[in-house]
């Protein structure tokens, strides 16, 4: 038995409401109170154990590439790939091949798509 839980994901963001926004279009998070401090950080749940905290930093340089990324499973990957195909969303495999999925080594399907901050998102298919 390990001696952690996973609790949170940190990531900076130029603006707060566009991630929020995209947050809950995209994965359906819930925003909730931020109860560490009464800055304009805004927490979003994945679920009640683990949460993604957006902290505003409008003019700090962000950098991104794939191998830096979160990873998320869901049941029905082709929900998501149908979710953020109406909402434009560009999504790819590992090899950056647009709009199609990978399956990986351990026979599991995966996509990935970028943040409006260029954060990289994994999602796996929980089979």
């Known amino acids: 038995m390990s001696l952690y839980s996973f ?3 940190a ?3 130029r603006d707060a409401d566009e991630s929020v926004e995209f947050y809950q279009n995209v994965l359906q998070l819930t925003e909730i109170e931020n109860t560490a401090s009464n800055s304009k950080t805004r ?3 994945f679920n009640d154990d683990v949460q993604l905290h957006l902290i505003p930093r409008p003019n700090a340089e962000i950098k991104t590439n794939k191998a830096v990324h979160f990873a998320l ?4 990957l082709n929900s998501i790939i149908k979710n953020l195909e109406a909402l434009n969303i ?3 495999d590992w090899r950056d091949t647009p709009d ?3 399956i990986r080594k351990d026979g599991i399907k995966q996509i990935y798509f970028q943040d409006p901050n260029g954060y ?4 796996n298919e929980d089979v």
């Not at 499973?73 to 029905?76: G, R």
Request: overall charge neutral.
């Open 7 to 9: 609790n949170h994901i």
């Open 11 to 13: 990531l900076s963001v």
């Open 43 to 45: 927490w979003l749940a």
């Open 73 to 76: 499973a869901i049941i029905d």
């Open 90 to 92: 560009k999504y790819s």
């Open 100 to 102: 199609k999925s990978y």
């Open 120 to 123: 990289w998102i994994e999602i």
